[in-house]
């Protein structure tokens, strides 16, 4: 939770003469997103963010996340719209990084679960696939199957820092999910991290999808299984099932979810767990010292794992 | 620059029960404040910023505070103005911390002080003091001239890990402060800390002043001393005069500064100098491990002194 990179006024102010969204009122650094720093942006047009983009953001990147933002937004998924400037550009540059102003969501993402965000969690993500099947572009997913050994590689020699015996649990894993991660099932765009964090509510209904910065293309039932293991375990490691039903009947009523994609989410929660268990770990034993964000544990996603290799059909997830 | 306690956004929904400003509509944490937790706050009626009270705030002293903003507020000054629950109350409790809503005000910064930002600095401060003038209520000013030599005390032994010879200097203008600093001046509620960082403007004009938590009963000068060091001094360390020049008009087109105000102005500066490098020192001493918070460079408040000590008359620093 951190602003790495401080804008001053009058940078700021320069910018905003290439847009045309009125003179600078009021702008806050904010207190959120690991990856970025944001600033909540207000001008007499009304309220932005703006972000700029740090190190874990590859430059190549933003073409793609920006104009899947437009496209999305285009159909009326609520998600952030980049702001576009005068010379028609969305992307440019601010205290040498890379920057975009986005649309400001209203909305709250909620600390705590209830079973009634999961319907309309599984309904919004589904729309999101939908809205983006016509996405032109392709981003290769780096975080999935074929990212993962790389990662390990990197965090075995020092895994047993974290837990006992965790290195061999992983490489085990690995051998299980590189054989036998399935192929041909449907893809296109993820959002790849849809947390709740990521996620704002006005009531009961989703009113926005935020942070596309893990996009990319894939298998969309690998992103269902990302969301049941973000909503559904409870904060014991309990994994609950009205959670997981709530939000597969969601998603089902607007984007039909095939036999084989059913079949295959036991094996995708296993990865889609390896998967943040990689990356926690890694950013665990790796960050920074005196860095301004505190990483996640990675046991969490350890625990999550252990539950999942236990399951061989979708039916003990209380899914059919 | 942090927010030290995350609000849930039940607690948040909650404690917006206990007041009539509408359902929340969005927050985030600001990263901004050394000493408190701020969120930008949306609700159904508007804008609003939550403070939480962090442990560097007395909260016996918080009454002070947020009846001298209501007061300012009552008196057209630009300050934010608490927002009162239903039961009448202003300070109430979140997450375990005292907290308060209060208005939230538009404007920016100056992140390079210009000399047209100087004049309505001044008159802003004056109109300040005399909205003030009928404020009932009291509070010592623990960061003068008595509370200097216990802070020095604790910070002498480690005092050359900063600046070789730093004690020495420390002590010796010590004694020429406790000696002759002055007795009868006009006094009343001060800022106490109107740096930049508090002072927002739209174009040149002041739209806001905020973070009233170290006001204080005291000299009205020595709350224009903190302005004149804060405000005057190029990034290079030099004095510019045109700047204080520009203050001290802005201030006397408001309220009269003495003749006895003025003569006192060169020490209330070296006063003024000293209280930030004092505790500057300390929290750059001091401060926790891992504190989210990288403190000032007391070295800056260091050359300031060392500048005013060799001031002899207000005429020099271009005042008259």
Same mark, same amino acid.
């Given at each position: 939770m951190a602003v790495y990179t401080h804008v001053p006024d009058d940078a700021l102010e320069a910018l905003l003469e290439d847009y045309d969204i009125g003179a600078l009122v009021s702008y806050k650094g904010i207190a959120e997103g690991v990856e970025n720093s944001n600033y909540y942006l207000e001008t007499e047009q009304g309220a932005f963010i703006l972000t700029l983009y740090e190190k874990r953001v590859d430059p190549a990147d933003l073409p793609f996340f920006l #104009? +899947? !933002?437009?496209? +999305?937004a285009a159909r009326d998924i609520r998600c952030p719209t980049p702001i576009h400037g005068r010379d028609g550009a969305a992307l440019r540059s601010l205290c040498g990084r890379p920057a975009a102003i986005i649309s400001f969501l209203r909305g709250v993402s909620p600390r705590r679960v #209830?079973?009634?965000?999961?319907? %309309?969690?599984?309904?919004? $993500?589904a729309r999101m696939h939908v809205a983006g099947d016509d996405f032109p572009m392709r981003r290769t997913n780096t975080m999935c199957v074929a990212g993962w050994r790389p990662l390990f590689e990197k965090c075995a020699p020092r895994a047993h820092e974290v837990q006992h015996g965790l290195a061999g649990m992983i490489e085990a894993e690995l051998e299980v999910l590189e054989?036998?991660?399935?192929?041909? $099932? %449907?893809?296109?765009?993820?959002?790849?991290? +849809? /947390?709740?964090?990521?996620? /704002?509510? $006005?009531g009961d209904e989703v009113s926005g999808l935020i942070d596309f910065y893990f996009a990319c293309t894939d298998f969309y039932a690998y992103d269902l299984a990302i969301c049941i293991n973000?909503?559904?375990?409870? %904060?014991d490691g309990s994994f609950n099932v009205t959670k997981a *039903?709530? !939000?597969?009947?969601?998603? *089902?009523?607007?984007? %039909?979810?095939s036999d084989d994609e059913l079949t295959a989410l036991p094996l995708l929660l296993r990865?889609?767990? $390896?998967?943040?268990? +990689?990356? *926690?770990?890694?950013?665990?034993? /790796?960050?920074?010292e005196g860095a301004m964000v505190t990483p996640h544990n990675p046991l969490e996603y350890y625990r999550k794992l252990r539950f999942h290799q236990s399951v061989r059909r979708p039916g003990e997830l209380g899914l059919d």
């Open positions: #104009a +899947l !933002m437009d496209h +999305l #209830a079973f009634r965000h999961c319907g %309309p969690l599984g309904d919004a $993500l054989a036998g991660w399935p192929a041909g $099932l %449907p893809e296109g765009v993820i959002h790849g991290d +849809l /947390f709740p964090d990521n996620v /704002f509510f $006005l973000a909503w559904c375990f409870e %904060p *039903r709530h !939000m597969l009947s969601g998603y *089902r009523k607007v984007r %039909p979810f990865g889609g767990a $390896l998967r943040f268990l +990689l990356t *926690r770990l890694h950013d665990w034993l /790796f960050h920074p």
